[in-house]
């Protein structure tokens, strides 16, 4: 079944010890993102890569990184996780047709602990 | 800045009754509208979505409507089934999707 998936779902790390989280897709989709979502909040955009194209969304901090070395895979590199960072991370990808991105679909997430 | 707005953070239904999910936003500029549908320990996974120039959209037990000149759209869900407990979020889609905080679907059996 084509499908999205991110890896490890629950990752623990030290504050200011440098993590990785990955996702990759079956969909063979051209747009991949990566939200934030803490506890009874919306889905907060950090960023997303149109093919190799990175968007950055305005408000994301600089603490936060991503990679995006092929179609399938994509990588969010938080350099030194800070307590507030804790949340559950949420990839997502959708075809983008002309100007329009198609509907997204996303992986089961990552719950980022940070201790 | 709460460009979409799910102020019920939960609502709780017997089954078999029809469960009524509301959104409200402000950014006039979203041309597309979309529900997800959220398990514990799993990502959202697409419900149904409806263009700005449509007021309903169908899908089996799925109805959304939206009223543009209240800026306000619903999800109806009839009957309501126990599997339907989940989380649900709206989303308004311009540059890129904003999502809701979602509404907490409780369905009594």
């Known amino acids: 079944d084509a499908m999205v998936i991110q890896n490890p779902r629950y990752q623990v790390t030290q504050f200011g010890k440098p993590v990785t989280l990955s996702c990759s897709q079956t969909?063979?989709?051209?747009?991949m993102y990566w939200y934030q979502q803490k506890s009874s909040q919306a889905p907060k955009l950090l960023f997303h890569?149109?093919?190799?194209?990175?968007?950055n969304e305005a408000d994301t901090p600089d603490n936060f990184q991503s990679r995006r070395p092929n179609t399938s895979f994509c990588f969010l590199d938080i350099r030194s996780p800070g307590l507030g960072d804790a949340a559950m991370y949420l990839c997502?990808?959708?075809?983008?047709?002309?100007?329009?991105?198609?509907?997204?679909?996303f992986g089961p997430g990552t719950r980022l602990t940070v201790l | 800045d709460q460009q979409v707005k799910q102020n019920s953070p939960s609502l709780s239904v017997q089954e078999g009754r029809i469960s009524i999910l509301n959104c409200d936003y402000t950014?006039?500029?979203?041309?597309?509208f979309l529900w997800y549908k959220k398990y514990p320990a799993e990502g959202p996974t697409f419900l149904i979505s409806?263009?700005?120039?449509?007021d309903k959209n169908e899908d089996g037990r799925f109805t959304v409507f939206l009223n543009k000149s209240a800026k306000h759209l619903s999800l109806h869900i009839v009957p309501s089934q126990p599997g339907d407990s989940a989380v649900y979020f709206c989303?308004?889609?311009?540059?890129?999707?904003?999502f809701g905080s979602g509404t907490q679907l409780t369905v009594l059996p």
């Open positions: 950014n006039s500029m979203f041309d597309y």
């Open positions: 890569y149109y093919d190799k194209d990175f968007n």
């Open positions: 989303a308004g889609s311009a540059r890129q999707l904003t």
């Open positions: 969909l063979n989709h051209n747009v």
């Open positions: 409806i263009s700005s120039i449509k």
């Open positions: 997502a990808t959708s075809r983008k047709v002309g100007t329009r991105t198609d509907t997204q679909y």
